[in-house]
């Protein structure tokens, strides 16, 4: 599983590596909406099913206390629990990191890494230093320091006389320490450096791909800024495919180098905030990740995030940024998930979550929000499904298209400024 991605990271707590045109503005609460007459007739049983998933919890020794449920449509609460009482999160505080950084840079945002020089070349050896000024790419793995290096060759350099400096927010394999990510990088930029790890990830790469050779004769060194003549630009994934690839394996750290180029966590509460109008005692976090239990969240705000994420894709919604059941690796590997309906998990010692939005063909969207802690997780994880396959047994579910994945080290995103 997580070969897919190119290196080990951190996974929700456990360390390692045709919908209808209505709808209402974000800004109104679901209490105000009462106010408003529809021609909508609410699902029938769902109360029903909500009573009787809450009362198979306490049959198991679970107090109806411990958990949060919200489940709506578009435009009517369909049903809740204690859903304006916020609970740990878990890995849900993805879905705020997720909707800051679209409400800031937008979807197809690529962050850009530049690549200068100082001195010229001749006969392939650069006669100075070769920098490299990161710009906040969150996502610069093993596959995207391969294209880079054999963009290097391509440009005419095979040596560098002089130091490889890297400056600015560069982060390779998720590493924040720019010293760290420089020695990675020049590991990476030459093969013969290569480690067993480096080795595999090159062979998800396409057959013909070369092996890059850039020689780097001076030192590996990080300094905050340096001066150069640019020679190249890196361009990162979009962003929806940056929170894609982030929300299925729920990478911690991909979620904090988010956050960090939003301006921390309080940036991103402070977005979400004023974006959705969540109240301020329904919403405490402390990091972007989900990492401890002091990241609460209250179902109904984890709803008003899935909402206002809907907005920045009219053709998927939610399903552009999360998971699929049964059609994705990740955190919904192993769940019995209902094929096509796009979800967050939610993981920690005895707190499981889960969220997303079920596509119906006659009653739009259904978001349902699930909320367990001071239990057993497999226990939750369990009865959260039995629910969920029971929502959505309910509604016919509506198919999404399938969006292509962007391929990950690809040197169509690199392009050289000028012949050296």
Same mark, same amino acid.
């Given at each position: 599983?997580?070969?897919?991605?190119?290196? #080990?990271?951190?996974?929700?707590?456990?360390? *390692?590596?045709?919908?209808?045109?209505?709808?209402?503005?974000?800004?109104?609460?679901?209490?105000?909406?009462?106010?408003?007459?529809?021609?909508?007739?609410?699902?029938?049983?769902?109360?029903?099913?909500? /009573?009787?998933?809450?009362?198979?919890?306490?049959?198991?020794?679970?107090?109806?206390?411990?958990?949060?449920?919200?489940?709506?449509?578009?435009?009517?609460?369909?049903? =809740?629990?204690?859903?304006?009482?916020? =609970?740990?999160?878990?890995?849900?505080?993805?879905?705020?990191?997720?909707?800051? @950084?679209?409400?800031?840079?937008?979807?197809?945002? /690529?962050?850009?890494?530049?690549?200068?020089?100082?001195?010229?070349?001749?006969?392939?050896?650069?006669?100075?230093?070769?920098?490299?000024?990161?710009? +906040?790419?969150?996502?610069?793995?093993?596959?995207?320091?391969?294209?880079?290096?054999?963009?290097?060759?391509?440009?005419?350099?095979?040596?560098?006389?002089?130091?490889?400096?890297?400056?600015?927010?560069? *982060?390779?394999?998720?590493?924040?320490?720019?010293?760290? #990510?420089?020695?990675?990088?020049?590991?990476?930029?030459?093969?013969?450096?290569?480690?067993?790890?480096?080795?595999?990830?090159? /062979?998800?790469?396409?057959?013909?791909?070369?092996?890059?050779?850039?020689?780097?004769?001076?030192?590996?060194?990080?300094?905050?800024?340096?001066?150069?003549?640019?020679?190249?630009?890196?361009?990162?994934?979009?962003?929806?495919?940056?929170?894609?690839?982030?929300?299925?394996? #729920?990478?911690?750290?991909?979620?904090?180098?988010?956050?960090?180029?939003?301006?921390?966590?309080?940036?991103?509460?402070?977005?979400?905030?004023?974006?959705?109008?969540?109240?301020? $005692?329904?919403?405490?976090?402390?990091?972007?990740?989900?990492?401890?239990?002091?990241?609460?969240?209250?179902?109904?705000?984890?709803?008003?995030?899935?909402?206002?994420?809907?907005?920045? *894709?009219?053709? $998927? +919604?939610?399903? @552009?940024?999360?998971?699929?059941?049964?059609?994705?690796?990740?955190?919904?590997?192993?769940?019995?998930?209902?094929?096509?309906?796009?979800?967050?998990? +939610?993981?920690?010692?005895?707190?499981?979550?889960?969220?997303?939005?079920?596509?119906?063909?006659?009653?739009?969207?259904?978001? *349902?929000?699930?909320?367990?802690?001071?239990? $057993?997780?497999?226990?939750?994880?369990?009865?959260?499904?039995?629910?969920?396959?029971?929502?959505?047994?309910?509604?016919?579910?509506?198919?999404?298209?399938?969006?292509?994945?962007?391929?990950?080290?690809?040197?169509?995103?690199?392009?050289?400024? @000028?012949?050296?």
């Amino acid at each position: 599983m997580l070969d897919l991605i190119g290196l #080990s990271f951190l996974i929700e707590g456990l360390p *390692f590596w045709g919908e209808p045109d209505l709808k209402p503005m974000k800004t109104l609460a679901w209490e105000e909406l009462a106010l408003f007459s529809f021609d909508y007739t609410s699902p029938s049983g769902v109360e029903t099913q909500l /009573q009787t998933y809450l009362q198979r919890l306490s049959d198991g020794g679970s107090s109806r206390d411990s958990h949060g449920v919200w489940l709506a449509s578009e435009w009517q609460m369909l049903a =809740q629990h204690q859903g304006k009482i916020p =609970q740990s999160a878990a890995s849900l505080t993805k879905l705020a990191t997720s909707l800051a @950084a679209l409400e800031t840079y937008g979807a197809d945002y /690529q962050f850009e890494t530049v690549v200068k020089k100082t001195g010229a070349v001749k006969n392939g050896v650069l006669q100075g230093d070769l920098i490299i000024e990161g710009g +906040g790419d969150p996502f610069f793995i093993w596959e995207e320091a391969i294209a880079l290096g054999n963009t290097l060759n391509d440009a005419g350099i095979k040596q560098v006389k002089g130091d490889l400096i890297v400056t600015g927010d560069f *982060f390779m394999n998720y590493k924040r320490d720019r010293a760290t #990510s420089a020695k990675l990088l020049a590991q990476a930029l030459h093969h013969q450096q290569w480690s067993s790890a480096v080795e595999k990830q090159y /062979q998800k790469l396409p057959p013909d791909t070369p092996r890059p050779a850039v020689e780097i004769s001076g030192k590996v060194r990080q300094q905050s800024n340096a001066a150069g003549e640019t020679i190249i630009r890196h361009h990162s994934l979009p962003l929806k495919e940056l929170l894609h690839r982030m929300n299925i394996y #729920s990478n911690n750290q991909m979620a904090e180098l988010i956050a960090r180029s939003l301006g921390g966590i309080e940036r991103v509460m402070e977005i979400v905030t004023t974006t959705t109008e969540i109240p301020p $005692n329904e919403i405490q976090l402390i990091n972007a990740s989900g990492l401890g239990r002091e990241n609460r969240l209250s179902p109904r705000a984890v709803f008003k995030l899935l909402a206002a994420i809907e907005e920045h *894709f009219p053709a $998927n +919604g939610v399903a @552009a940024i999360l998971p699929r059941g049964g059609m994705e690796t990740g955190t919904v590997r192993d769940r019995a998930i209902p094929n096509g309906i796009p979800v967050k998990t +939610g993981t920690l010692n005895k707190v499981s979550s889960l969220a997303g939005a079920i596509p119906t063909k006659n009653h739009g969207k259904i978001y *349902f929000v699930i909320m367990n802690q001071n239990g $057993n997780v497999e226990t939750f994880r369990q009865q959260q499904e039995a629910l969920l396959q029971e929502l959505a047994q309910q509604w016919k579910i509506s198919s999404l298209s399938q969006e292509d994945t962007l391929r990950v080290g690809n040197p169509e995103r690199i392009n050289i400024i @000028a012949p050296l």
